[in-house]
């Protein structure tokens, strides 16, 4: 038995739900991207760390170029030839993991301490 192949989403809706939903996030040839700033080579691998994690675990797998200090991630469904609802997903969840600051939630995790570039690893939008 063959599963039926998923559809991909038209241009318009997709920048739209970006628009809406990730507004950081582009539309570009096919593909919805991102590119997370970083303070150094640290920073940079543990965003390329995050994002394989989320995923690996996802089963849905990005394009990743990376330098110095940033990091783009691409996302497409290529049995879709385009964006789907996996794509939308699995942007959110980055997004949420990568940006997240712990320390402006007011729980008892501290995030990292602003001002001091030895621990600092992301420029956050």
């Known amino acids: 038995m063959s599963e ?28 919805i991207k991102r590119t997370y700033k970083t303070n150094s080579w640290k920073g940079t691998l543990m965003v390329i760390n995050a994002v394989g994690h989320l995923a690996e675990a996802a089963w849905h797998h990005p394009d990743i170029t990376a330098s110095y200090a940033w990091v783009e991630v691409r996302l497409q469904t290529h049995t879709a030839k385009g964006i789907t ?5 699995l942007a959110k969840k980055i997004e949420e993991v990568v940006l997240w600051q712990p320390g ?5 995790l501290d995030g990292t301490p602003e001002g001091d570039m030895r621990f600092s690893y992301i420029k956050y939008d």
Not at 85 to 89: L, T, V, Y
Request: aromatic letters at 14%; zero cysteines.
């Open 104 to 108: 402006k939630e007011g729980g008892a």
């Open 4 to 31: 039926k192949r998923e559809e991909a989403i038209v241009e318009a809706e997709v920048t739209s739900w970006l628009n809406e939903n990730l507004p950081k996030w582009s539309y570009e040839g096919g593909w």
């Open 85 to 89: 609802g996996k794509d939308f997903e």
